[in-house]
């Protein structure tokens, strides 16, 4: 298995989701797309430590422009999942031409979806925008030139993720991989010398990562065009609209899943705003250490919405059932020793953001609450990667709606009154806990609707 890997890393081979061992293609599909999501969180986190040497209020101000990051990914990811599954279905069931149409049509409406967000780069609206966040005097100023680099790279973000849609539509999840590691190596260069060298400050965090992205992008549309043959276009036309509308009826649920997540975390930053900028700084770091773990288990779950897609389109549901048993053993290996270094060893994994006493504190306890929270966090994932496989993304829809709007912000709001910004901390492991219960029962819910759809359409074929 480690040599299969290997080969795969290496070649950036496509891996045969029909056959072989079900642990076996999971990993391999796996692998590449958890490294690659830790290194789409990685240009947050740099971009985290760096700034946070420089104090507070810059702390802050990229504190409160981060969810907009995550409300360009929710957009993205809406597009991109939503073709990826459709174009594994139709692959999986030997409808090529389908899966064809599909794949011509994603850049131009991932395009079109992505420039939604351009109007931000005016002052008078980015202001207003924030202002109503909670930001205001030197944070507002700040968080402006930070989101104007922010706000420019949508559209590469967008490329990136419709060129690496496709690639992992058709197996092949190790070359978005490497387009990551590239963009990042890049950030890591550029954020000292143009946040301290050049004395850019906020502005360079976000300046250096506009510039990665697009390298990134550039590395992956190339190696695509290579890998496949096909040219790329960004032109619509109208053959693509059934095409969109497919993608858009997939794809809707999941971006207004993904959007409620960061929207919610841009309410918990204005209700965290009231007890200063040490605590949504404190919030800030805690986020973006935990979104290290989480987001390559995350990747994992992409690999199994795939996995699971293709697997429904060939009918095959005890290989669906046996690559949710595979996933959710994966995760708890990697979670468990993450909550307890998180509990045990909070003041050690803080120190490299050189925080000043009262952040420091402050920042512990948040990281002791995500310790305690990530531990149910893999049901959740399970959930949504499930949905998104068999096609049935309301219910992710329903179970974020559920996590955020209906236990994590009263929480937040009842624990800030009771505890102050600690409690805020704490709503944070409360709602997860709960919300975790109730993913249990639409899991088997889920499962059980899914096993009836093969059921039918392996008559329907045999009829």
Excluded at 19 to 29: A, N, R, T
Excluded at 60 to 72: D, E, F, G, Q, R
Excluded at 293 to 305: K, Q, R, T
Aim: aromatic content about 10%.
């Amino acid at each position: 298995m480690l040599n299969k890997v290997q080969r795969l890393l290496a070649g950036g081979s496509q891996v045969d989701m029909a056959s072989g061992s079900v642990s076996g293609v999971i990993i391999c599909l796996a692998v590449p797309m958890m490294l690659s999501m830790f290194f789409q969180n990685l240009y947050s986190f740099i971009n985290t430590i760096f700034v946070s040497w420089l104090g507070g209020v810059p702390l802050a101000a990229i504190s409160m422009a981060v969810p907009l990051t995550y409300v360009a990914f929710s957009l993205a990811k809406g597009v991109g999942m939503g073709s990826a599954v459709i174009i594994g279905y139709a692959r999986g069931a030997g409808d090529q031409a389908g899966a064809e149409a599909v794949s011509r049509a994603v850049l131009p409406l991932m395009t079109m979806v992505m420039c939604l967000l351009l109007p931000l780069l005016s002052v008078e609206v980015c202001n207003r925008f924030f202002s109503l966040l909670g930001a205001s005097g030197e944070i507002l100023e700040q968080v402006y030139w930070f989101t104007v680099w922010m706000v420019l790279g949508f559209p590469v973000l967008g490329y990136s993720m419709a060129v690496e849609a496709l690639l992992m539509s058709n197996g092949d999840t190790v070359t978005p991989m490497k387009g990551m590691i590239l963009g990042n190596i890049i950030n890591i260069c550029l954020d000292p010398l143009f946040i301290f060298g050049l004395k850019w400050g906020v502005a360079g965090a976000g300046g250096a990562t506009f510039i990665a992205q697009f390298a990134a992008a550039l590395y992956l549309g190339r190696k695509y065009c290579k890998l496949t043959g096909t040219a790329l276009s960004f032109i619509p036309d109208k053959t693509m609209l059934s095409a969109w509308g497919q993608i858009l009826k997939q794809g809707l649920f999941i971006t207004v899943g993904f959007l409620v997540s960061p929207i919610g975390i841009m309410v918990l930053n204005g209700i965290l705003a009231k007890f200063g900028p040490n605590a949504i700084g404190a919030w800030n770091m805690m986020s973006r250490m935990e979104m290290m773990v989480l987001l390559p288990v995350a990747g994992m779950g992409n690999a199994l919405a795939v996995f699971a897609g293709f697997n429904m389109g060939r009918q095959d549901y005890n290989r669906i059932r046996a690559g949710l048993k595979t996933f959710l053993i994966l995760a708890c290996c990697i979670i468990m020793p993450a909550a307890l270094l998180f509990f045990f060893f909070s003041h050690e994994l803080l120190y490299i953001y050189k925080p000043v006493p009262e952040l420091l504190v402050l920042a512990s306890v948040a990281v002791h609450a995500a310790g305690v929270s990530m531990v149910f966090a893999p049901l959740l994932i399970a959930l949504n990667s499930m949905a998104q496989g068999l096609k049935r993304p309301v219910y992710m829809l329903t179970m974020i709606i559920l996590y955020i709007v209906v236990l994590r912000l009263p929480l937040a709001y009842w624990l800030a009154g009771l505890w102050g910004g600690q409690g805020v901390f704490w709503s944070h492991p409360a709602s997860t806990f709960i919300a975790g219960l109730v993913a249990i029962g639409l899991l088997i819910k889920l499962l059980a609707k899914g096993e009836k759809k093969c059921e039918t359409d392996k008559t329907a074929v045999c009829q």
